[in-house]
């Protein structure tokens, strides 16, 4: 379970990171949006971040994680392909949807992937997995916006050697590394349903 849920989680940080990085580099040089319209398209994903915390962590408890984490991957994964049709003529009201739909779906796959990970392990080693599972979450979130960079930049040189205009060759390695965060996802989709909800852990002895 350990392990499921630590590779579940690493590729969903490294779609969360890429698409943080990417979205307002569209907006802002594809669409030609000032930093505060951006940062209006990206506000309502993180309230509902913030509001479905609680929420979850409650359904958490009474049904394990499948069944937030299921459609919650269905989520992150329909959010990121939304992302890869976007172009010069995409709307804002396009934009905040599919960041909204890839923040809940966040939102409901993290909470049931970290309690799963570190619930699965004895107790005596909690210290232990929480130092690998923050450490991990760092490489794949760095990892993550590394790729969706690299792929656009790669993508929109090839397009302006090839005699494409830069505005033209930018939206299209935008949308080459949404492609490949898309494709990702599809791997936390095919591991969340193998997740269970770790036994209760031992409790201590009391020393009297």
């Known amino acids: 379970q350990f392990r499921i849920a ?16 990417l979205l307002p580099l569209f907006a802002q040089q594809a669409l030609g949006l000032s930093a505060l319209q951006t940062g ?9 971040m913030g509001v479905t915390g609680p929420v979850v962590g409650r359904l958490y408890d ?12 269905v989520l992150v ?25 890839l923040m809940l779906g966040l939102s409901a796959t993290f909470t049931p992937l970290m309690t799963t990970a570190l619930g699965s392990v004895e107790p005596r080693l909690y210290s232990y997995a929480s130092a690998v599972v923050s450490t991990l979450q760092q490489v794949a979130g760095a990892a993550g916006a590394a790729l969706f960079i690299t792929i656009m930049t790669v993508v929109s040189s090839a397009g302006v050697d090839a005699g494409m205009g830069e505005g033209a060759a930018f939206v299209d390695g935008v949308r080459r590394a949404f492609l490949v965060g898309a494709l990702l996802s599809l791997l936390l989709v095919a591991l969340v349903p193998f997740l269970r909800k770790p036994d209760a852990a031992p409790a201590a002895p009391v020393v009297h």
């Open 6 to 21: 630590l590779g579940a989680m690493l590729i969903g940080m490294s779609a969360m990171f890429g698409s943080f990085l």
């Open 40 to 48: 209006l398209i990206t506000l309502p994903g993180g309230i509902v």
């Open 62 to 73: 009474r049904y394990g994680p499948r069944v937030l984490a299921v459609p919650g991957s």
């Open 77 to 101: 994964s329909l959010g990121l392909w939304l992302l890869v049709d976007v172009d010069a003529d995409t709307s804002l009201a396009w934009l905040v949807g599919a960041n909204l739909v």
